[in-house]
């Protein structure tokens, strides 16, 4: 926290608003429990695995709901109405989609029976109790991550309209991934043919710290990289005010200027990057390459701008990627040189995928039943080798488990948080970083959902959506009226 309190004292001396930070309140101590319990989730998420068990989950579950508890006392905005009403209107569709799915009796589940449960009573010769659910209780089980996900995303906005709770929040994330590029840097280099204290036979040039999936590993990694440059970035003291410095000035004054605390951000930022790079994931490496640009171009807008580089900076940050792919992915252009950017069998996959939403147009054919239903429709052009438990695009994996009415409510949900976060980049000048890191670390992983399910994988989840719903709280600025403020005394 103390990394960007700094740049906060330095970058809004006369900016209108400075009266109002002496009189923030303190905290109460619910507050600070919430705030306590979210972070304690954000840093050690992804470490057991990625939370791939569902006892996991379980206990991140209950962790969450004590933290939502914890918030409800606090006061409620005309904004956070808004929000709130988006979450439930998602959340009550999940739920009636899940529990039509598990249910045997209601004339919904009776006529859109899956085709098996009739084709099995008849090769058994007796009529059998079927469901939506191709899988029987399969969305039961597969519920656990799905609601972590959504509280997650809940608590981190509810948490995160606190500025300080929210800045809390944010270096609580980047110093675990800090902590996770560490050990899986040290690990690559002296373990690694290990995951942790198991053996891993897949992967093994490949950096992946506590997930068993590089491209996961590279998405988590890279959005960490996206806030640990925003943070360097926000050391900057000329950002707001003042003529634009010539070059030479400018890199004499950073010298001048530069301390272990500027230093050390640096070197996390080079080891967040590297770790990224070596994960060898070819979509997560350019695409966290692509957003981090984006983010430090958005960062610095008013200054390219003063000095009219705004239109250059596109040019400088495709060389630079370039040049990044080259010196820091060996692994990624060995994959580029054999085989390209796309592998044909992920487009096959994504063909068969759109068979499976056409026969289960409406619910889906159960949550947690992809790999499943799957073979069936497994194009013949897809390489015999490997098991598909994924769609690696989680939009057609979900119209296809949940069908077509609800992935698409879905997608607005995701859109409409990314143009709140994008508003926010651009309206928020106090605690700016908030929302543009939590913007292009979203845009960082919804594009690369559509390539891959890092979003389906509940260590790194758990980790993303709090920062998603923290940024979202800070898009706007804190002087929002309340509406109602059940206890303001503590």
Not at 48 to 74: E, G, H, N
Not at 126 to 131: A, K
Not at 198 to 226: M, Q
């Amino acid at each position: 926290m103390g990394l960007l309190d700094r740049d906060q004292r330095s970058s809004i001396k006369n900016r209108a608003d400075v009266p109002t930070i002496g009189k923030e309140k303190k905290p109460s101590y619910t507050a600070m429990l919430a705030t306590s319990g979210l972070c304690i989730l954000v840093a050690l998420a992804p470490l057991p695995f990625a939370s791939m068990d569902m006892r996991i989950v379980a206990v991140w579950v209950l962790l969450l709901s004590a933290v939502l508890l914890l918030t409800v006392p606090q006061a409620i905005s005309s904004r956070d109405l808004a929000f709130l009403y988006g979450f439930a209107a998602i959340s009550l569709s999940w739920a009636f989609v899940v529990s039509e799915q598990l249910d045997h009796t209601s004339p919904l589940s009776q006529r859109l029976m899956a085709p098996i449960w009739e084709q099995t009573s008849a090769v058994l010769g007796e009529q059998l109790n079927g469901s939506i659910s191709v899988a029987l209780n399969q969305p039961f089980f597969s519920a656990g991550s799905q609601i972590a996900c959504l509280l997650s995303m809940l608590c981190g906005y509810l948490v995160g309209r606190d500025r300080r709770a929210a800045r809390l929040l944010l270096m609580s994330f980047l110093g675990s991934t800090l902590a996770y590029a560490s050990y899986g840097l040290i690990a690559h280099i002296f373990w690694p043919d290990y995951l942790l204290w198991h053996r891993k036979y897949n992967y093994l040039a490949s950096v992946t710290a506590t997930f068993i999936n590089p491209n996961v590993a590279a998405s988590y990694f890279g959005a960490a990289t996206i806030g640990w440059v925003l943070v360097f970035s926000s050391m900057s003291s000329d950002r707001f005010s003042g003529p634009p410095l010539s070059w030479r000035e400018v890199i004499r004054f950073r010298l001048h200027t530069f301390s272990p605390l500027r230093t050390f951000c640096l070197l996390a930022c080079f080891a967040m990057l590297s770790t990224t790079m070596l994960t060898g994931s070819r979509a997560g490496s350019v695409l966290s390459l692509l957003c981090l640009a984006g983010a430090v171009g958005a960062y610095f807008r008013r200054g390219l701008k003063k000095r009219r580089l705004l239109w250059v900076f596109p040019i400088a940050a495709m060389l630079l990627i370039v040049g990044a792919i080259s010196i820091l992915a060996p692994l990624v252009n060995q994959r580029f040189g054999v085989q390209g950017f796309f592998d044909s069998g992920r487009w096959q996959a994504y063909v068969s995928t759109i068979g499976m939403i056409r026969d289960f147009p409406w619910l889906g054919s159960g949550l947690g039943t992809y790999r499943w239903v799957f073979p069936e429709y497994r194009s013949g052009d897809i390489p015999s080798y490997g098991v598909w438990e994924q769609a690696h695009n989680s939009t057609l994996e979900a119209a296809a488990e949940m069908g077509i009415p609800f992935a698409l409510l879905l997608g607005i949900g995701w859109l409409a948080s990314l143009v709140v976060l994008f508003r926010g980049m651009l309206g928020r000048n106090r605690d700016a970083i908030l929302p543009t890191a939590a913007f292009w670390i979203g845009l960082l992983v919804i594009l690369h959902s559509q390539v891959d399910f890092p979003l389906q994988v509940p260590g790194f989840a758990l980790a993303i959506c709090p920062i998603l719903g923290m940024g979202m709280a800070q898009s706007f600025s804190s002087r929002a009226k309340v509406l109602t403020c059940p206890s303001n005394k503590s």
